[in-house]
């Protein structure tokens, strides 16, 4: 039943928010990197490695019909977007600022960006509403280019978002 996933929350970024926790493997999986390693790099590994987590394969090879398709992959999205931040900011405080870094705001009420902003470790209005715009220009693909192309091709093939995504940044 809808009501019973997370696409059943009303608000999407108390979805979001809900769901920043990365899982302890993807950590470890990261930390197991060369702290050199391109960041773009260590992006699409973190989102590969938290594929164990997809609902829409988990449910895929139980065998789910095809009408509840949207509702797993919606799922899915929306708790890849909620970890997004968290897994953005761990690879910026991993590579550039020795490791140390900082939990997501305690605040819930924060915006994607703005708790982004946070664990980034940079605090103030101004620099949340630069990232609000930056993140939505880059975001605004409107499946023209190439990595658009790919994450639409990826995804048309019953692959879950994980893949798509990482297919989209390769």
């Given amino acids: 039943a809808r009501g019973s996933t997370i696409s059943g929350t009303a608000s999407p970024v108390a979805a979001w928010r809900a769901g920043e926790t990365l899982p302890d493997h993807v ?8 702290v050199e390693t391109h960041p773009m790099t260590q992006l699409s590994i973190g989102i590969l490695a938290m594929q164990t987590d997809s609902i829409f394969a988990h449910r895929y090879r139980e065998g789910m019909p095809k009408s509840a398709h949207w ?38 009420r924060l915006d994607w960006s703005a708790n982004l902003a946070h664990m980034l470790g940079i605090e103030g209005e101004e620099f949340r509403e ?41």
């Fill in 71 to 108: 509702d797993a992959m919606y799922d899915d999205v929306v708790l890849l977007l909620g970890r997004m931040p968290v897994l953005a900011a761990y690879i910026y405080r991993r590579t550039y600022k020795g490791g140390r870094h900082i939990a997501p705001a305690a605040d819930k």
């Fill in 27 to 34: 950590l470890r999986t990261l930390d197991a990197l060369p």
């Fill in 130 to 170: 630069l990232l609000r715009l930056y993140l939505s220009i880059h975001a605004d693909h409107e499946g023209g280019n190439v990595s658009a192309h790919a994450t639409h091709l990826v995804g048309s093939a019953l692959s879950d978002p994980y893949y798509a995504v990482s297919a989209g940044l390769n």
